[in-house]
């Protein structure tokens, strides 16, 4: 078996690589791993650096002699030529295109650089490696589907949605889309799979280790750095919630999905974690009290109660507005838990439990 994964080195690319072979590391022969070459780190030593991580699984790291003999690391300036690696013979089974552009700006100016890093990359190496592979499997995002509301199920490919919460989700929607014509066209199986907001590990030790500290992390970040102790008023709602799933669960149901006919599946938690309910979680980890919620909209024209109130408003809260306000939804995890059953854990304690496990490291990010 031949696989290559795009975005090894990010949060849920690097879990996914470990679980890729711990799972099938038998009938692995070759991992295709495409790498961006940072300024003082090779493509080749990045991987070295995820695969001797300290994060790593005992797998991992009991194994990591035999493992790097089936790695071939590709500088990502390659990755459009695949006959440059791949020669005339070899072939790739499964292509897990992991990386991604997550920019959750609504900046009209931001939307041409999403749609190309995403949609357009998306296309570039789908027509670059439709005569390789034998499948195609896409990791978007749960939250593809705009802020609709109510029950969700796998199938986003009817889904009309002009209400996406920024144009970082309409990208992927779109990329999904494409995805399902072109693999038709191409006769090409495309899988699609959406993890939602990816919190730290619950299966693997350490838990709630996460190497990127993003989304609700942010957050807790925000106030943990602001020695500030003025008051903030939050703009939510009493409905609205975030679907949070680990990231070493969702990468484990990557591994096992691959190799079977689902067409869709989101990677999802079958409850929301209230907002109200799981903010006061994070804030309560960073030792921030003064706060307090509120349905109004907060801006300029309303005026702000405080300096923080404003940093915020202008920085992190301009982001996080849209999924702070969205309708609620339920989430169909019926098929995703004949794959691999969802944890059992208390919602709002693993809230806090990763932001603490944050907090202790600095919310420093892995340097890979």
Excluded: C
């Amino acid at each position: 078996m031949n696989i290559l994964l795009t975005g090894a080195t990010g949060t849920l690319g690097s879990r996914v690589l470990f679980s890729l072979i711990e799972q099938r590391f038998d009938t692995i022969e070759r991992i295709y791993l495409p790498v961006r070459k940072r300024a003082t780190i090779s493509p080749e030593n990045r991987i070295k650096n995820v695969i001797s991580s300290e994060y790593a699984p005992e797998f991992i790291q009991k194994n990591k002699a035999e493992i790097f003999n089936k790695i071939s690391v590709i500088n990502a300036d390659e990755l459009l030529n695949p006959e440059s690696f791949l020669g005339t013979k070899n072939h790739i089974d499964y292509f897990i295109h992991s990386a991604g552009f997550v920019n959750l700006s609504t900046d009209p100016n931001a939307k041409q650089e999403i749609f190309k890093e995403n949609l357009q990359f998306t296309k570039d190496i789908f027509y670059a490696y439709h005569k390789h592979i034998t499948k195609f499997v896409y990791i978007s995002t749960a939250f593809a589907a705009g802020n609709i509301g109510g029950l969700l199920n796998n199938d986003y490919s009817l889904l009309e949605s002009n209400n996406y919460r920024n144009h970082y989700e309409a990208s992927k929607h779109a990329s999904e889309k494409f995805l399902i014509e072109a693999g038709k066209e191409k006769n090409i199986p495309i899988q699609i799979l959406r993890p939602s907001v990816l919190g730290g590990n619950i299966l693997e030790s350490p838990n709630y280790f996460i190497s990127k500290y993003m989304v609700f992390y942010l957050f807790a970040k925000f106030f943990n750095n602001n020695i500030s102790d003025d008051a903030v008023r939050i703009t939510t709602t009493a409905t609205t919630g975030l679907n949070i799933i680990p990231t070493d669960y969702a990468a484990q149901v990557i591994a096992k999905v691959i190799s079977t006919d689902i067409e869709q599946l989101n990677i999802v938690h079958s409850k929301e974690t209230n907002m109200m309910k799981g903010i006061t979680k994070i804030l309560e980890a960073v030792d921030y009290t003064n706060f307090s919620f509120t349905e109004d909209l907060i801006n300029t024209s309303t005026g702000f109660a405080s300096k923080l109130e404003a940093f915020y408003y202008e920085t992190i809260g301009v982001h996080l507005h849209p999924y702070m306000t969205s309708k609620p939804n339920e989430w169909d995890t019926t098929l995703l838990e004949t794959i691999l059953p969802i944890p059992e854990y208390n919602l709002e304690d693993y809230l806090s439990e990763t932001v603490t496990f944050a907090k202790n490291k600095k919310f420093r990010n892995q340097k890979w």
